[in-house]
């Protein structure tokens, strides 16, 4: 199944919101604090300039005003264009600044996730992973356990959010196997993540200066696919066929 990537920054947003639905203006209304507006809004951004390229219309703000972004009742984001389910599948996610929107075929369950490779405390690692993910861990050193624990938990995060789930189910209930094979061309590696339900996830996960990005999948992800965008703002080309 192919997975369509692409990540934007606080930078790229712009300042007005002439671009939002009259549904996502309303709900950004209602946002108190400057730092979940400010990461709302890029999220929204980049899923709007991502699907934009994928559904083959004009990234123009009137365009975009008809791309609506609404959260299902499990929280997972759903895309409707002109007040009709789209012919998508997006999974989004913002760390420090960046935002990255996962999109695939319709019915597919998808997640991904961007974390920050950051120390974390042992407690951290007793209280959110597995036995056998712990082991995994304790093999390595200082530089290599921050790699790995932020591998571990951007790969969870994304499983349950495939799972529609987040973190309302235990963290040790998706166990992750990040495989020791060779990047693709796109410098992915690949990972595969059991949740104890019955589900097996297959994804990709990626280190690119201090951010980690994982997507998992069902079925089965190609590599992500990375989005080019059109050199204006106001123009469309279709990469997603």
Not at 193 to 217: D, E, H, K, M, S
Request: with cysteine; hydrophobic share 45%.
């Amino acid at each position: 199944m192919k997975v369509y990537w692409l990540e934007q920054s606080e930078a790229d947003v712009p300042a007005e919101n002439d671009w939002l639905s009259p549904n996502e203006a309303v709900c950004l209304e209602g946002m108190r604090f400057a730092k979940r507006r400010t990461d709302w809004r890029l999220g929204r951004w980049t899923a709007k300039r991502a699907l934009s390229v994928c559904l083959d219309v004009p990234a123009h703000p009137q365009v975009f005003k008809k791309i609506d972004i609404r959260p299902a009742a499990s929280g997972a984001p759903e895309v409707f264009f002109a007040n009709r389910p789209s012919k998508v599948t997006i999974s989004l996610s913002h760390r420090d600044g960046v935002a990255a929107c996962a999109v695939a075929l319709p019915g597919a369950e998808i997640g991904c996730d961007l974390e920050v490779v950051e120390p974390r405390s042992d407690a951290f690692v007793a209280d959110y992973f597995t036995s056998e993910e712990q082991a995994l861990v304790a093999r390595l050193s200082a530089e290599g356990r921050a790699r790995l624990l932020a591998l571990l938990w951007s790969a969870k995060e994304s499983a349950l959010k495939a799972l529609h789930a987040g973190l309302r189910l235990d963290t040790r209930c998706v166990i992750v196997n990040p495989f020791a094979a060779p990047f693709d061309l796109n410098g992915w590696s690949p990972l595969e993540v059991r949740y104890t339900g019955g589900v097996v996830f297959q994804g990709w996960w990626q280190l690119a200066g201090n951010i980690l990005r994982t997507v998992v999948a069902s079925p089965a992800p190609d590599s992500p696919i990375p989005i080019t965008l059109p050199y204006h703002f106001f123009d469309s080309a279709s990469q997603c066929a």
